[in-house]
């Protein structure tokens, strides 16, 4: 059985949920993009925009300047870089010096000009289930059946991405666990994603320090801080390993390594190679 990859995640912003903006200065961000290379991360996921629920977005030009120098450091170097945008501006200058993928968590519906640029690249096109900026998307996590509107919602972008000119096979869908939804929401995804699985595209799923993790077994107290989640997000890593996604976006890498290195041999050596 094939491991999910591990997609290691570089915020390079001030006002980070989970990092706090420790790598937000570009050499402490190519170190640390470096870091989780040799940690085993398959891809480097580089992010120049806080999507924490209620963050304020920089301007483009203020992306650019974060993002677009330390795609081009790890690139050079040889790393699989994805860039983390909603910008088509953003993902354009980032796949001209190196990126690989394009992981925007709109899906394309933030910037009706990221359809255009992905779709002469031949990049691969992260299209993640999304109802809104982050400041005002908790508002919008209204559903009847969430696993079912999830999917649903992911099938008209898959469509409208492909009316585009996108390559199907080019794009990975992810449901988008804290992005417009609720603890109880992410929890039903989660037990319903191979629903999501099996509309036949690659899935990526990021779990990863989310604040639904961080209230597991604390009844009344409060949320365990992000850095105290790794644990949670590990074993979500190995459950998703389970289920058949693609990768896995992750901050912890090597824990989430380990989580999947337990999952690959809890299921022995595949019959193709006894």
Do not use: C
Not at 229 to 237: E, K, L, P, Q, Y
């Amino acid at each position: 059985m094939t491991r999910p990859l591990v997609m290691g995640v570089v915020n390079v912003t001030p006002d980070s949920f989970s990092d706090g903006g420790a790598w937000f200065d570009a050499g402490a961000a190519v170190a640390h993009g470096r870091k989780l290379a040799a940690e085993g991360a398959d891809l480097i996921d580089v992010g120049g925009e806080s999507t924490r629920p209620g963050a304020q977005r920089p301007d483009a030009a203020e992306e650019l300047r974060r993002v677009v120098p330390v795609v081009s450091a790890l690139a050079a170097e040889g790393l699989a870089v994805s860039v983390d945008t909603m910008r088509a501006e953003v993902a354009a200058q980032a796949l001209a010096v190196g990126a690989r993928v394009v992981n925007d968590v709109s899906g394309g519906l933030a910037d009706p000009e990221m359809a255009g640029v992905v779709a002469g690249s031949g990049a691969d096109f992260v299209a993640m289930h999304w109802r809104g900026h982050s400041a005002d998307m908790q508002s919008r996590a209204v559903y009847d059946d969430v696993v079912a509107q999830v999917r649903d919602e992911l099938l008209e972008r898959v469509a409208a991405l492909t009316s585009a000119g996108v390559d199907q096979a080019r794009i990975v869908l992810d449901p988008g666990l804290g992005f417009a939804k609720s603890p109880e929401h992410n929890w039903a995804v989660l037990r319903g994603l191979d629903g999501i699985i099996g509309l036949g595209h690659r899935v990526l799923l990021g779990t990863s320090r989310k604040h639904f993790l961080g209230l597991v077994g604390r009844g009344a107290q409060p949320a365990r801080v992000p850095l105290a989640r790794d644990t949670a997000t590990a074993v979500t890593s190995a459950y998703a390993a389970d289920a058949g996604v693609w990768a896995v976006r992750v901050h912890d890498v090597p824990g989430t390594i380990d989580a999947l290195d337990v999952w690959a041999a809890w299921h022995g050596p595949s019959e193709e190679s006894m």
